[in-house]
């Protein structure tokens, strides 16, 4: 077995199997682009995994029966096929990352660019988010942990195959051994930790050693395997045919075909990110897969369906159009800080078409094919490490801050600390602390004439810097405020564990110490309007009958699309790098402003006391950004959370409580 070898066989070409990838980047594209259309999208995934599985695994057995694998062939092979699209994906990353992104999401950025590069992509994103999380939309390089999963398989599987053949083991002992043991880990582990199983090598690499049974079998029992199939033809023609013809195998072939592809299509509707994935559930795609590889060119599914053009010519261009698609979805979604219209989606999905057809055509083909096959190994190799190298060095530079100016520098650096600011696990409570937790809020001093209670969600507990500011001196002042839970007796909030009973809680503190202001706020956006309205309403008028009159309503703050560092940056990118404003309508979410009309009415009709932030923050111009040239004049430190320098600017814009 020559290093050095130059005659590594390859099995026979078959366009029905480029049509099938064709179905695998399809689904993938259109579950990234329209979640809602195929759910079970991103099972195309799978669907490449079982035919790289089979024909990486074709390669190897039929080589080492023949004794004609070369370990520097097939791996020299892997990087003329993969190397020149990655690379050329990874610079047009690289560049639009420096030209839109704040520096800690061009950190990271830089992070998954040496990760993709040096193909530990799954590795790195393990750590980070889950594949069906939200915040995933936002990583241009999500979609390499699947390349990482790859390469990783073409690296071991080679190895422990050759290590195994010089040995004389049984290969498909050796296959099914490992396959095994990868599953057993896939269930242990995905039930326990689910990120874990779905990015693990050791528990996705299965599904490509499931295309490897395949691949023994058409390698070492090809007649073993035409004598079966002809028997069960033999007999499906019998069962089927009222005067049964030659079974020649078509029957058997189309009968699997059409099997396989009843259960790619079953699995692309029926499963979706909801489910403990993987676990068992890529057996449906997987076995999909395999019948219609093993149905071959006899089935008229593979024949006329998966063979023809189009199908054959988006499976040649499959693989660059998986590396280009979510880029350029994910970009336009953080420069739009929103889902991009769906028009624009389909644009960008032309782009990425034209832009797979050219990569193929002017770089991939080239690369793979012609002479000098050492040297464009060696420069392939050099690029995709000046690539690592590149990427690491803007993780190392924290995204390279010093391309802005000053003030873009102070605002993309801006660190709130509003667990301090709002009395964070004592008197504002996290998401799963019940009303016992206010126990150690700090009694207010009882040296004041007056009471005053804030009374909230967290919308409630970010005015507390700015009260306690203007009114600490006059009020003895109680915050009774928690994550997710607006201030309405009996109102259930279900994503808000414990909402009834701390609301229950402060309405008994309330009849017990009878306060002389009453302050009621909330994000109000975001709740059942239905169930709130009522409640909220009837909050107030007991709060009457216990004789408490001063009673305020404070409205919706100013909503922002993302967080107001990441507009303020995206509107000086966008706006040539002239400006950050002091105020903008640029990004703001106007579903707050919709809701003031709602809430001042509530407040008038009950005659209580109401004030709006958006007729002190906001004008026709748009709603004040910052107060300063400062990291920590910003109004927000989120999308609608006031900072402290917020919150006093903002109560000391209100009239009196």
Known sequence: MSAQAPH????????????????????????????????????????????????????????LNKGTFSFWEFYARRIRRIFPALFLVLVACGIAGWLVLLPEDFKLLGLHIAGGAGFVSNFV?????????????????????????????????????????????????VAVLACGVSFALNLLKVDNNAVAAFYSPQTRIWELLCGSFLAWSVTFKKDAVARLLGTVDSFVVRAVYRTPGHADGTTTANGMAIVGILLLAYGFRKIDGSLQFPGAWPLIPIVGTLLLLGAGQRAWINRVLLSNKLAV???????????????????????????????????????????????????????????????????????????????FVVFSKDGVPSRYPAIV??????????????????????????????????????????????????????LYPGINKRYGDDYAITQRTASSCPPAIGLDVEARPHCLEINSEVFKLVTAQRPDKVVLAGAWVGYDLDKLVGRLQNTIRQLKSLGISDITLVGPVPLWKDSLSKQLFNYFNEHGKKEVPYRMKYGLNLDFHKLDPLF?????????????????????????????ETSDSLMVWDNAHLTSRGSEYLIQKFPSF
């Open 409 to 462: 520098q102070a605002l993309t650096k801006f660190d709130f600390d509003y667990k301090s600011a709002y009395r964070e696990g004592t008197c504002f409570l996290r998401p799963k602390q019940d009303a016992k937790a206010f126990a150690s809020c700090p009694t207010p001093p009882a040296n004041r004439s007056k009471t005053l209670l804030l009374w909230g969600d967290s919308h409630a507990a970010h």
């Open 313 to 391: 010519w988006i499976g040649l261009i499959s693989y660059p159009l998986y590396l280009w698609h979510w880029p350029l979805l994910s970009f336009a979604r953080l420069i739009e800080n929103e889902t991009p219209h769906k028009y624009i989606r389909l644009g960008l999905l032309a782009v990425a078409v034209l832009l797979s057809l050219l990569t193929y055509r002017l770089l991939e083909r080239p690369i793979r094919t012609g002479s000098h096959g050492k040297t464009k190994v060696l420069i392939l190799v050099l690029l995709i490490s000046a690539c690592a190298g590149a990427g």
């Open 8 to 63: 590594l066989s390859h099995p026979k070409y078959r366009p029905d199997i480029d049509g099938l990838r064709a179905i695998a980047v399809l689904s993938v594209v259109v579950y990234h682009a329209f979640p809602k259309r195929l759910e079970g999208g991103f099972l195309g995934v799978d669907v490449f995994f079982v035919i790289s599985g089979f024909l990486i695994s074709t390669i190897l057995f039929e080589n």
């Open 125 to 173: 994103l393990w750590k980070e988010t889950g594949y069906f999380d939200s915040a995933a939309d936002t990583k241009p390089l999500l979609h390499l942990w699947s390349l990482g999963i790859e390469e990783q398989f073409y690296i071991v599987w080679p190895l422990l195959l050759w290590f195994a053949w010089r040995k004389n083991f049984n290969l498909l002992f």
């Open 600 to 628: 001042r009415d509530i407040a008038e009709t009950l005659k209580t006391k109401y004030l709006s932030p958006y007729d002190y923050l906001c004008d026709d111009e748009g709603c004040i950004t910052r107060l300063g």
